[in-house]
């Protein structure tokens, strides 16, 4: 368990199926993720049943409101190589009437912190779509910074968007 101030992150648990698969299938939810073939609620459970514990090169959390331990998002770090010192990372919040109220920008915060002071990373970077302003938002406001435009990588309803490349290093975290 990895105690923010708002939220807190812990390991995912089999009976956590359910709550994924109705995320994956919000359309608002899903608006600016990556979407990938359907799978039915078995398959979840059998995939979070297979996952084994968390490594250093794949470390994924669930996101729980501290008073309450309701659980409403994801946050992963992926990637990570003690060679390089460098990961990826992943947030999602699935409870969508949980928006708003800081948990995302808190869950960023211990995440990041965890990877650079636990973890020694030396940097975490992520992708977002141009058009997903609230995720940008956070992302610059704990201290990710635009290192470039990936033009049309991100295809929905017809269209293709731009996703902006952000990196932070371990000094930069707000
Ligand atoms: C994006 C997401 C993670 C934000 O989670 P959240 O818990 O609502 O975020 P917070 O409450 O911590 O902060 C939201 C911030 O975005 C701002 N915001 C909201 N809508 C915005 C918009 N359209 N444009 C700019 N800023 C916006 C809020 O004002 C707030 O900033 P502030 O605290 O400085 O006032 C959440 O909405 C989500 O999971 N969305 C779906 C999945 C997704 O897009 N994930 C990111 C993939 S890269």
């Known amino acids: 368990m990895i105690p923010g101030d708002l939220v807190q992150l812990r390991a995912l648990a089999p009976s956590d199926a359910e709550s994924l698969w109705r995320w994956n299938n919000d359309p608002d939810v899903m608006r600016w993720m990556d979407s990938y073939y359907d799978q039915h609620l078995e398959g979840v459970r059998k995939r979070l049943d297979g996952r084994g514990p968390n490594t250093y090169g794949d470390t994924l959390y ?33 409870e969508k009437d949980h928006w708003g109220r800081g948990y995302a920008t808190d869950a960023l915060r211990t995440m990041c912190r965890y990877g650079f002071d636990t973890m020694r990373l030396h940097k975490i970077s992520l992708t977002v779509v141009t058009e997903n302003h609230a995720a940008h938002h956070i992302y610059q406001k704990v201290g990710f910074v635009e290192e470039g435009r990936l033009r049309q990588v991100f295809h929905r309803e017809g269209v293709w968007y731009d996703q902006y490349a952000m990196g932070m290093l371990k000094d930069e975290l707000r």
């Open 62 to 94: 669930g996101i729980e409101v501290r008073d309450g331990e309701t659980l409403i998002g994801l946050v992963r770090l992926r990637g990570a190589e003690p060679e390089t010192g460098c990961a990826e990372l992943d947030v999602y919040l699935g």
